[in-house]
């Protein structure tokens, strides 16, 4: 039986009077591949901050290797981070340093190696995602793809055990994605690394994932729509999961407005009153 | 409100990190990272300093001609010079300068680190970005602000000599002398205080200005400008109280 490494109980957050997460309860246990899918803007990326605790839930409770996350002092959050890694969307790389020493600061700043093995670990995280070579270059001077690659190959700098990526494959080339895909399946299937992944790309998500979630849009933004396995997931009935999965432009998630709501949003309640369809 | 408290937090946490985190075996600032930032706040502030001091010591110096020939006192155009730059223009000078060139850079860096994410990051890697940013920045600046001051100063003394040699035909050795005789300690000593009282103004508020920042290019934008107009009000402020105190409340005054 495998021991839950995330459980994510009632999350609740509110902006001011919009609720983006709205009751969100799943389990990730050790070695699974984590899927979080969704539309744009539905709170996948506010879900995912909240499990690495840059943002505090309104209400409800995230553990992490079993220890409640809210309730932490900024000592033990420390302790925790320094367990897992995170690959933000554009890479939030610092652009101060060069690509080498972004790889390096992990390491530099989180353990007693020396310069010499810093080095070497540099180099092979770099190769892992294509990048021997790039060591010198400022993020500046390379492409939006790459300083996703610089910003997975920081966040496995510690052989964490415990990987979030946010859109780890969007902007980049099939090629790349499927490199990329290759590297999140042999550190979690080989190293028994345990991952979240956020992605609105299907291939990759099926190709990757152990375990699914959906969060709905609209009327059930911020609740997750569907939970399970990848085929679990392939074969849900509800017709709005079918329509992402397959991407089709119209369906429960509607295309446009309405014509009464496009109308009423274009004059305002009063003057859309009279108007004859 | 929300603001002011941040400040005191903000400067609770540089302490805390510059005294009581080495004795709880957290990891030190950056030496290397804090000079980085001595070279790019003072050193590389050095010609633009040395400019702005040489022409307030000459502008002093002319002034003090103007009005002191009428008086047939013109020997005494090095006291003015001194009394003036030691006390009050070195430091305010060179203190706006580094306003200008690093407060302002101060906060738009970490501004865009911060809606860029970069400082999400850092958190995320438990790396503090107190210690790992802003401290560095703020020792660089209460190192760097009070050595450019003296340094200013004596530029300045240049300044107020090439008026007092070139138009008032004054000996050199009579300037430097005059100079000499007429500073008192006390008018360096109060100069280089102020200088660190400015320094460790400036790094906070551009530092708290620069983490504060939300809403992207503009935000940081309109920081930058914040800071600046803060950092150089506070500066005036201060410097009108240590004026007052080191001049009017301590008994040693001259």
Redesign the interface.
């Known amino acids: 039986m495998a021991e839950p490494v995330i459980e994510v109980r009632d999350l609740v957050r509110k902006f001011g009077h919009r609720t983006v997460l709205n009751g969100i309860t799943f389990t990730v246990e050790k070695g699974d591949t984590m899927i979080i899918m969704g539309g744009s803007g539905c709170g996948k990326s506010t879900l995912l901050r909240h499990i690495i605790g840059s943002l505090r839930p309104t209400s409800g409770s995230i553990k992490i290797f079993g220890r409640e996350t809210a309730t932490m002092t900024p000592d033990e959050m420390d302790k925790l981070r320094q367990r897992f890694g995170m690959n933000f969307q554009f890479g939030a790389l610092l652009q101060s340093l060069t690509v080498g020493q972004n790889v390096a600061l992990p390491l530099m700043e989180n353990s007693n190696v020396d310069a010499g093995i810093i080095d070497l670990v540099v180099k092979m995280k770099l190769e892992l995602v294509g990048l021997t070579g790039f060591e010198n270059l400022k993020p500046a001077e390379i492409s939006g793809g790459m300083r996703k690659r610089v910003g997975l190959a920081r966040a496995v700098a510690l052989d964490p055990e415990l990987l979030f990526s946010d859109e780890p494959t969007s902007g980049l080339d099939p090629i790349m994605t499927a490199v990329i895909d290759q590297l999140t399946l042999d550190l979690t299937r080989k190293l028994d690394m345990t991952a979240v992944v956020v992605t609105h790309d299907m291939t990759s998500a099926f190709r990757i994932g152990t375990k699914m979630i959906m969060l709905g849009a609209g009327k059930r933004a911020g609740t997750i729509i569907a939970f399970g396995t990848p085929d679990e997931v392939r074969n849900h009935p509800d017709p709005e999961v079918q329509q992402f999965i397959k991407g089709e432009p119209d369906g429960p998630v509607p295309l446009k407005l309405a014509p009464e709501d496009y109308i009423e949003s274009l004059l305002g309640r009063e003057r859309s009153k009279g108007v004859n369809y | 409100m929300a603001d002011l408290r941040n400040f005191f937090v903000l400067n609770a946490q540089i302490l805390y990190w510059i005294f009581l985190a080495p004795f709880q075996g957290k ?1 030190l600032v950056s030496l290397s990272q804090t000079f980085h930032h001595m070279v790019r706040i003072g050193v590389q502030a050095v010609p633009m300093a040395a400019l702005t001091s040489f022409s307030i010591g000459l502008t002093l110096a002319m002034n003090g001609a103007h009005e002191l020939a009428r008086m047939g006192a013109t020997s005494y155009v090095p006291d003015l010079v001194s009394m003036s730059i030691l006390r009050e223009l070195g430091p305010l000078l060179v203190g706006v300068v580094v306003i200008g060139r690093s407060g302002s850079a101060i906060t738009a ?1 970490l501004g ?2 911060k809606v ?3 400082i ?9 970005p107190i210690r ?1 940013l802003v401290v560095p920045r703020f020792l660089a600046m209460l190192v760097m602000l009070p050595v450019l001051t003296v340094f200013g100063n004596y530029i300045g003394f240049v300044g107020g000599w090439s008026i007092c040699h070139f138009a008032l035909n004054m000996d050199t050795n009579a300037y430097i002398l005059r100079l000499i005789s007429s500073a008192h300690p006390i008018d360096l000593y109060s100069g280089v205080i102020k200088s660190f009282v400015f320094a460790w103004l400036i790094a906070t508020i551009s530092s708290q200005a620069g983490l504060q920042v939300t809403g992207g290019a503009e935000g940081v934008g309109q920081s930058t400008t914040g800071s600046v107009v803060v950092s150089i009000i506070a500066m005036l402020v201060a410097n009108a109280l240590l004026t007052g105190f080191f001049f009017f409340a301590l008994p040693t005054g001259s």
């Not at chain 2, 999400?120 to 503090?128: F, Q, T, W, Y």
Request: charged residues 35%; without cysteine.
């Open positions: 990891r860096e865009t680190m860029s994410e970069e999400e990051a850092l958190e995320v890697m438990a790396i503090n790992f």
